[in-house]
């Protein structure tokens, strides 16, 4: 029995990484331009001694949503579109990309089309409701975040990350910058060169451009080597490998974000966090104690970015309130999240034969 994770762009495979490193499986990627990212991004990650490729890549197929009749097995998506499976031979789990506020694709008009949802907390259910969507009990599956089982059991070192940026001034507190992107009124072309310009005078800056924003990381670049800008180092979304978002986390000291899920994740850290605030209203209808805007200081373009750092840094005044809050958004996080959702997946798989 084979178990599938299925996605439209390469970020989102972030999510099953862990999943994959666990079990192995096929890739399923949207287009064939997604193929050749894929190819790129997750070379030397194949698990299968018996599959060998080029670059060892683990397999990849190429299908669109309504092509899938054909699959046998276990098929994790991370798309809020339908999937046009054989449900006798085929399970589907719903595992997302992302905790955000942000609505579903689509409006969440087929998140209650697949078989099974992976909820790595409480948030997720309470998105589904507000989409209209009343999953039964049974389909609803209670992991945690796998994500966080690195940051949780020790596995990533601050000073390795750092390493890996090139990060040389190691008295300075690290930033990290992770902005969302277009959708979502994301903030990096409002302020990555401003940030960029004023923090590094004070801090060390990690800019992690949202997936879709990565191809203006090389313009930043070259602006700021121009500008003898020191202190800034990038960290590119699309690189699952080298710079994962829990890498991100480990080495930064605080993050400053606008409407991504990120925001939520963070919480795995229990670091200060300052939001850029845009004004953005498409997004899900929250109770107040599972909305992080609740717990954070609002940038709005105007106040000395880097005392708002320094004070947060100095205060930690939400420090109490974020470790209530993580497992208000996430469940367990004991590091066991990927355990769970391998020893369901193989439950399923016997279900199947």
């Given at each position: 029995?084979?178990?599938?994770?299925?996605?439209k762009q390469i970020y989102q495979f972030s999510y099953s990484k862990p999943l994959?490193?666990?079990?192995?499986?096929?890739?399923?990627?949207?287009?064939?331009?997604?193929?050749?990212?894929?190819?790129?991004?997750?070379?030397?990650?194949?698990?299968?001694?018996?599959?060998?490729?080029?670059?060892?890549?683990?397999?990849?197929?190429?299908?669109?949503?309504?092509?899938?009749?054909?699959?046998?097995?276990?098929?994790?998506?991370?798309?809020?579109?339908?999937?046009?499976?054989?449900?006798?031979?085929?399970?589907?789990?719903?595992?997302?990309?992302?905790?955000?506020?942000?609505v579903f694709g689509g409006k969440g008009a087929y998140m209650d089309s697949f078989?099974?949802?992976?909820?790595?907390?409480?948030?997720?259910?309470?998105?589904?409701?507000?989409?209209?969507?009343?999953?039964?009990?049974?389909?609803?599956?209670?992991?945690?975040?796998?994500?966080?089982?690195?940051?949780?059991?020790?596995?990533?070192?601050?000073?390795?990350?750092?390493?890996?940026?090139?990060?040389?001034?190691?008295?300075?507190?690290?930033?990290?910058?992770?902005?969302?992107?277009?959708?979502?009124?994301?903030?990096?072309?409002?302020?990555?060169?401003?940030?960029?310009?004023?923090?590094?005078?004070?801090?060390?800056?990690?800019?992690?451009?949202?997936?879709?924003?990565?191809?203006?990381?090389?313009?930043?670049?070259?602006?700021?080597?121009?500008?003898?800008?020191?202190?800034?180092?990038?960290?590119?979304?699309?690189?699952?490998?080298?710079?994962?978002?829990?890498?991100?986390?480990?080495?930064?000291?605080?993050?400053?974000?606008?409407?991504?899920?990120?925001?939520?994740?963070?919480?795995?850290?229990?670091?200060?966090?300052?939001?850029?605030?845009?004004?953005?209203?498409?997004?899900h209808n929250m109770p107040n104690e599972l909305n992080i805007m609740n717990y954070?200081?609002?940038?709005?373009?105007?106040?000395?970015?880097?005392?708002?750092?320094?004070?947060?840094?100095?205060?930690?005044?939400?420090?109490?309130?974020?470790?209530?809050?993580?497992?208000?958004?996430?469940?367990?996080?004991?590091?066991?999240?990927?355990?769970?959702?391998?020893?369901?997946?193989?439950?399923?798989?016997?279900?199947?034969?």
């Amino acid at each position: 029995m084979n178990t599938y994770y299925y996605g439209k762009q390469i970020y989102q495979f972030s999510y099953s990484k862990p999943l994959y490193e666990a079990i192995g499986g096929t890739f399923i990627v949207y287009k064939n331009r997604n193929w050749f990212e894929y190819k790129y991004y997750l070379r030397g990650l194949n698990k299968d001694s018996n599959y060998k490729s080029f670059m060892n890549t683990p397999p990849v197929l190429v299908r669109d949503y309504n092509q899938l009749n054909d699959i046998k097995g276990i098929l994790l998506t991370h798309s809020a579109r339908k999937l046009n499976t054989n449900p006798k031979i085929c399970k589907t789990i719903y595992l997302g990309h992302g905790s955000g506020d942000k609505v579903f694709g689509g409006k969440g008009a087929y998140m209650d089309s697949f078989d099974y949802y992976f909820l790595p907390g409480p948030k997720m259910r309470e998105k589904l409701i507000d989409v209209g969507k009343n999953i039964a009990e049974e389909r609803l599956i209670k992991i945690g975040n796998p994500r966080f089982d690195d940051v949780v059991n020790g596995k990533i070192q601050k000073d390795d990350v750092l390493d890996s940026l090139g990060v040389k001034d190691r008295s300075k507190s690290v930033v990290l910058y992770a902005p969302t992107w277009r959708f979502g009124n994301g903030t990096f072309k409002r302020y990555a060169y401003k940030f960029a310009s004023e923090i590094t005078k004070e801090f060390n800056l990690i800019i992690r451009p949202h997936y879709h924003d990565t191809k203006r990381i090389h313009k930043l670049n070259l602006w700021a080597k121009f500008k003898g800008i020191k202190n800034l180092y990038f960290s590119d979304s699309s690189d699952l490998i080298k710079a994962d978002t829990m890498l991100d986390f480990v080495a930064s000291d605080i993050m400053i974000s606008d409407t991504s899920s990120v925001l939520y994740e963070y919480l795995i850290t229990g670091k200060p966090m300052i939001v850029a605030d845009v004004g953005y209203s498409k997004l899900h209808n929250m109770p107040n104690e599972l909305n992080i805007m609740n717990y954070v200081d609002l940038y709005h373009g105007t106040e000395d970015i880097n005392k708002m750092l320094t004070d947060a840094l100095a205060l930690q005044k939400f420090k109490k309130d974020y470790a209530e809050m993580l497992p208000r958004i996430f469940y367990y996080n004991d590091g066991k999240s990927t355990q769970r959702s391998v020893e369901y997946i193989h439950k399923l798989e016997r279900e199947l034969l």
